[in-house]
């Protein structure tokens, strides 16, 4: 029943904020909203801490602590993202770079943005899945152009292109899987959940899941980013709006990856060996050396912390495709931490560019004298991304690193290149922002500092010292994806 | 009716839908576009019937009604209306090289059918040969998304390309559970609306539809 009130929350969200449009309260009912649905993620997972995994609504519905967990931080940075919203999308629209219909546009997108990402995540149906992730991309292309200057149209379109290609080998996956299966399941709706399929898994035909992987891969991870699929991703992050871009970094790209990730887990179950495994290696490796190159050039401050994304995503493809109980938990603990940090970064950056009304990195100066929160959540920010010690990022980077020495030294020398080049470029270009006298265009802002601090205090805690309740949750997950 | 029989019906049908593949690929009118569409609709609709009708399975009546109401009328229809409002009725599109693309095209077949040959060794299903087919439809419309430079002709090799996903999921495996289908066909119609706007963002950013003149959001060195 929580799950049905977790979703339901959103779809009546997006349809009272449509009604609500740009009138005076729409942005607090967003965060209402927002709230209601991380109020029942955290019954859901009580539930499931408390009972084990379990089946809703007739069997479409499946939690376990995997997918449980990125359930809550979904709802989690979606609350707080409506939060630093409301501030940042009223000074859009002051200083008219939005209209009317763009808000009202705006708030029910981002609440059936929220829906999509859900049901992707609770749904026990692959195909259900597919559906879900589709509708997310749909739902946010057009957030994605709102500010309707050419390269904003552009960025969108080559995000609806690209991801819909993506996708759509993702769903010639999910053609050869349902093949695969309806052979042991038999036909209907049974041969494409999850709980049956993992049931199953040792008598799917092999061959036949290989080929499903291959798309899999293609198709889910054009969504998670990776290279060379990664060509939508930081020109719809540079070009939308700042919230958009929060969410797409921090929780899109998640939902992705769990969905490639439980299409490996079943794909190795069935082939009895580590081939899907090392195919996630390759990418992920790949993933982290070229973006890591590729910040050094950029120029668009937003357009940095996209690539920075990609790198990360990457590394995570990389702990999961290694597979083991270090590697394994390493990457839970890093998409989380990832999805955190990366979401404060990207508030902070968005505060930046409306200071200096560019998102040209050698235009903005001066930060921590011109606005102190804005600054220094920019600085630790980054420390944290980059991988500093006392911050999550470090904890979750150790591991996988510690993992990879064991079960694959040979690859460590390129995963460390990636992430010291990643720390190098990401200093040489925030530096010049946050220090420095303040430049005469700089103007005064009134930023949204919850979600930033909230984000970044979690952050620090979580590189300090892992909660008992979390570290088991991870372990169980853990236990589930071997 | 025969299996055999049927089987044959399949067989034909699935060479008119790689022949309509391959004439999308070179089809240089945006209105001969549209035609070529829908008759590549009709024959995935009919395809479903006549599996459906040989293997007794009603849920894909629903399907190839679904794809008839949707590929045939509705998404041909949207995309006339679109065309007739932004007056680019008589455009012809400058398709280059076309024996070049025609030669990638037929690799692509071979491929799709070497790609395809451990799932047909496996498959007992009448419809078994097909699934190539359906592997190179998709391929063929992906290569039209990326050697023609107009939105609209964009959109309708990514339309084709999802014809053939769908021909995969009636070829390979007698249609997919009815949600599933029931979904994508409306992620399909949603889409539609979504490129229908698009076609006039671009319009009014751009001041024409061809997306050469996206090329802003490069890496600068």
Known sequence: MTIQILLGVNIIGAAVLAFLGDRRLAPEVNILCSA????????????????????????????????????????????????????????????????RAGMRFYHAMFQLFIFAMLLALLTNNVGVLWIAMELATLSTVLLVSLYRTPSAVEAAWKYFILCGVGIAQALFGTVLLYFAAERVVGEGTGALLWTN?????????????????????????????????????????????????????????????????RCKVLVDGATGSHKAGYIMMVFGLVSIIVPAFSLLRQKDIKRLFAYSSIEHMGIATFAFGLGGPVATFGALLHMLVHSLTKSAIFFTAGHASQMHSTQDMSDIKGLIRGNPLVGWGLMFGVMAIAGMPPFGVFTSEFLILTAAMKDAPFLTPFFLLGVVVAFAALFRKVMPMVFGAVPGNQRPLRPSHIPVIVHMVLVLILGLYLPLFLSQWFHMAVDLLQ | MENGFAAQITGVLAALILLTAFALLVQRRIYGLLHIFAWQGLFLSISAAVVGYSTGLRHLYISSALTLALKVFALPYILYVLIHRLKIQKEVEEVVNIPTTMLIGIALVIFSYHLTSPVRELSTLMTRSTLAVALATVMLGLLMMITRRNAVTQIIGFLSLENGLFFAATSATYGMPLVVELGVALDILIAAFIFGIFFFQIRTTFDSLDIKEMEKLKEED
Request: proline share 5%.
């Open chain 1, 36 to 99: 209601a649905t991380f109020i029942s993620s955290v019954f859901l997972a009580t539930g499931v801490y408390v009972n084990g995994p379990m089946l809703s609504g007739g069997g479409f519905f499946f939690v376990d602590s995997f997918n449980v967990y990125l359930a809550v931080l979904t709802a989690f940075v979606s609350m707080t993202t409506a939060i630093f919203s409301r501030r940042y999308m009223r000074y859009e629209r002051r200083h008219g770079r939005i209209g």
């Open chain 1, 197 to 261: 399929l993992n049931a199953v898994a040792g008598r799917l035909e092999p061959t036949v899941l290989s080929l499903a992987f291959v798309f899999f891969m293609v198709g889910y991870g054009t969504k998670v980013g990776l290279v060379p699929l990664h060509n939508w991703l930081p020109d719809a992050h540079s070009e939308g709006p700042t919230p958009i871009s929060a969410v797409l970094s921090g929780l899109l790209l998640n939902v992705a990856l769990y969905a490639l990730v």
